[in-house]
């Protein structure tokens, strides 16, 4: 079984930055395709960003060129710097993996099998 474990949000002021960690255990990480997802209040789990077994990566529009994801299979951590962060950034954000192995990037909730409790992110404005 997989178990994911976010950490690293809190509240910051419009324009900073926080940088969102998760760690991974249970069945092997390499060889295997991780997302971040957000849900603000009211509103549907939404896509962040996704990370292949390879590196290859992508975002939603909303934070293209200001969030970055990566990974670090040695260390079997996921992580997501978040800069020039704004308010309707706010949300519980939420790591997410594929049971499956060596697929492609994936943007769907119902594409990942697995998912961590969540870290809310607040920034006030």
């Known amino acids: 079984q997989v178990h994911l474990v976010e950490s690293g949000g809190g509240l910051v002021q419009a324009g900073g930055s926080l940088r969102l960690s998760c760690a991974f255990s249970g069945r092997p990480f390499n060889g295997r395709d991780m997302g971040w997802f957000r849900q603000a209040p009211g509103k549907e789990r939404e896509f962040v960003a996704a990370i292949k077994w390879n590196g290859d990566t992508d975002y939603a529009d909303a934070v293209k060129g200001r969030f970055t994801i990566s990974r670090d299979n040695a260390k079997i951590m996921v992580y997501l710097q978040m800069n020039s962060l704004k308010p309707d950034d706010t949300a519980v954000y939420y790591c997410?993996?594929?049971?499956?192995?060596?697929?492609?990037?994936?943007?769907?909730?119902?594409?990942?099998?697995?998912w961590g409790q969540g870290t809310q992110v607040t920034v006030s404005s």
């Open positions: 997410a993996a594929d049971s499956r192995f060596r697929g492609g990037l994936k943007y769907t909730v119902r594409d990942y099998d697995y």
